[in-house]
């Protein structure tokens, strides 16, 4: 079975410019939750829907960040525009029945 | 607010050391209690679920334990293979299961 597939794995970009990260999740996988980690700390929510909707978004900075997930399935982290403090590790993951989640390899994003 | 605190932030041993990661944990009511491993560059691989107090899991030369306050993760006769950050995250009851990840233990293990 696939697992949780992100991409792109690497991006740099200069500050003030756009940015989006593509997920697909686990099939069958109802939750999909998007997660920042920066060096040496531990994942920290941004974003997390049960199918469609996004339930908790409290944690998302709306002013920059946006998120979509279409018809339920692949879900889409985009920054606009991007700022220095942005670089870090994006993670997708999913679960089913709210149960231990499943991790992609994760979206690594300098901005520079 | 739930809390998360892992201990030690870094630990190194020798190949075949034992020893145990420590998790301690503030929440109002535990779901679930989870175990992930993080290799370089990589996103975390789920281990282990606890769910309460008194329960054990084993994988390898892993194996979780919980209490009603922390969770081990002890470690017998590691290999350099072995050698990844450790996470510990928990999730609550009554509200929105989102897990609450700890900053981890990074541990290398020698040759």
């Known amino acids: 079975e696939a697992g949780v597939v992100q991409s792109p794995r690497y991006k740099i970009i200069e500050k003030k410019q756009p940015v989006a990260f593509w997920c697909n999740p686990i099939s069958g996988h109802n939750t999909l939750y998007w997660y920042l980690q920066n060096l040496g700390q531990g994942p920290e929510l941004l974003i997390r829907?049960?199918?469609?909707?996004?339930?908790?978004d409290s944690q998302l900075p709306k002013d920059r960040f946006s998120a979509e997930r279409l018809k339920g399935v692949d879900s889409t982290l985009k920054i606009q525009p991007a700022e220095l403090g942005d670089s870090a590790v994006y993670l997708c993951?999913?679960?089913?029945?709210?149960?231990?989640?499943?991790f992609g390899e994760g979206s690594r994003l300098t901005v520079l | 607010e739930d809390q998360v605190t892992q201990s030690p932030e870094a630990l190194r041993l020798q190949e075949g050391e034992s020893s145990s990661l420590n998790c301690s944990y503030t929440?109002?009511?535990?779901?679930?209690l989870f175990w992930y491993r993080q290799d370089p560059g990589k996103g975390p691989e789920f281990l282990f679920t606890l769910y309460s107090a008194g329960e054990e899991k084993e994988k390898e030369r892993l194996k979780a334990t919980l209490t009603k306050k922390e969770s081990f993760l002890h470690i017998t006769a590691p290999k350099p293979e072995d050698s990844a950050t450790y996470l510990c995250?928990?999730?609550?009851?009554?509200?929105?299961?989102?897990?609450?990840f700890g900053r981890g233990t990074s541990l290398i293990v020698h040759p």
């Open positions: 993951a999913s679960s089913q029945d709210r149960g231990e989640l499943f």
């Open positions: 995250a928990v999730q609550a009851t009554g509200g929105s299961y989102i897990p609450t």
């Open positions: 929440v109002s009511g535990l779901r679930g």
């Open positions: 829907y049960e199918n469609e909707e996004a339930v908790d």
